[in-house]
């Protein structure tokens, strides 16, 4: 039976091969003070047979070869294990793309998700399912061949952003057929620390324990690049923008305009401004073509204060539509934090995923 090595095991090893030396190491000192006593005291003329003594003199010889052998096994053992936890510590703060169903989502940063299907696909959807296995959000995905790439914001279905977790992601794809088509999926997260499970190293990502064996690369995201992404935020401070957002301010006298993008055609459709508590202060019906449409909201009757924009769109058998919600607003400021760098308009802050077109302030 092979058992597993672990940091702990390994320790533990190297504490009984001490304990076993330091115990033969005693109990051959009592068997010399046995054996000089017994010399001294036997019969001249009838001496004591040996043949016992030889024994036991070689069976204390064969244990000291065997503790020996161990301690120079520990400490192979400590010095691969050692080996192992200094190459997984140099991806500590840095940001992985690893093979995974699940993601880490922290709250905040997006997660770039890539995935290849193995076979040609004619329709395809993907969802991200939170840790009960309820779906918090779902589009239309790519079908080309080869690589395709999606970036999820966290927000959900109902345009709330996720909480911090473990997501999984599921792409269901059908060929021309009907049949189902598989794919492969590659997810982005940044490394907060390792640990060790069973002799084999793992990188921690959120809650998620990653093997290096699945890691495909790494970006380093240190203070070098940091300060790249805050020159290149800076770089966006007293321009207008366009982004992807459906939190909007109320200032309790302006109306508030966003724009929404539909995939496809709707059949019906309904746009809802909520409060913060969930509450629905706004509803009425939509434009249904796809693409792009306006929307003003003169906030009759709110207090001002922050708010969320929902569109609902279905076709005609029932099936939800994917939308975009965006808005234009102007870059007042920028920081990086953890590696990221963020911009603030108004009072939101964004990521460069976000931000979907700039334009030079009138």
Excluded: C
Aim: no cysteine; hydrophobic share 40%; aromatic share 6%.
């Amino acid at each position: 039976m092979v058992s597993n090595v672990t940091l702990g095991s390994a320790i533990s090893g190297q504490d009984k091969t001490a304990s076993s030396a330091q115990g033969l190491a005693k109990d051959f000192n009592e068997f010399l003070i046995l054996l000089t006593t017994q010399l001294q005291n036997q019969d001249p003329l009838s001496p004591m047979e040996t043949n016992e003594f030889t024994q036991q003199l070689i069976g204390f010889t064969q244990v000291e070869q065997q503790i020996n052998l161990n301690s120079k096994l520990d400490a192979m053992v400590s010095l691969q294990l050692g080996n192992n936890m200094g190459a997984a510590l140099n991806y500590v703060g840095k940001q992985i793309s690893y093979v995974s169903s699940e993601m880490h989502f922290d709250g905040a940063e997006p997660v770039k998700i890539t995935y290849a299907y193995n076979g040609q696909a004619a329709a395809s959807k993907i969802r991200i399912l939170d840790e009960a296995g309820k779906v918090v959000y779902e589009a239309d995905a790519s079908t080309a061949a080869g690589k395709n790439e999606f970036v999820w914001d966290g927000r959900t279905k109902d345009g709330a952003v996720a909480k911090s977790g473990t997501y999984q992601i599921k792409i269901d794809a059908l060929d021309i057929n009907k049949n189902g088509v598989t794919s492969t999926v590659v997810v982005t997260g940044r490394v907060r620390g390792v640990e060790s499970q069973d002799g084999l190293m793992f990188l921690l990502v959120g809650d998620r324990a990653v093997s290096m064996g699945n890691v495909l690369n790494a970006a380093d995201t240190g203070n070098s690049k940091t300060g790249d992404n805050l020159q290149d935020a800076l770089a966006y401070v007293g321009k207008d923008v366009r982004f992807a957002s459906n939190k909007v301010t109320y200032n309790g006298t302006d109306a508030v305009s966003v724009n929404y993008t539909l995939s496809a055609q709707a059949t019906t459709g309904t746009i809802k401004v909520l409060d913060k508590s969930g509450a629905t202060v706004y509803e009425g019906n939509i434009e249904t073509a796809a693409g792009d449409h306006g929307f003003t909201w003169d906030g009759s009757g709110a207090a001002a204060g922050e708010y969320t924009v929902v569109v609902n769109a279905k076709d005609a058998n029932g099936n939800s539509i994917s939308n975009t919600i965006t808005q234009i607003g102007h870059v007042n400021g920028a920081e990086v934090k953890n590696g990221v760098a963020y911009l603030f308009v108004g009072n939101q802050k964004l990521t460069f995923a976000d931000i979907l077109s700039v334009m030079e302030a009138a």
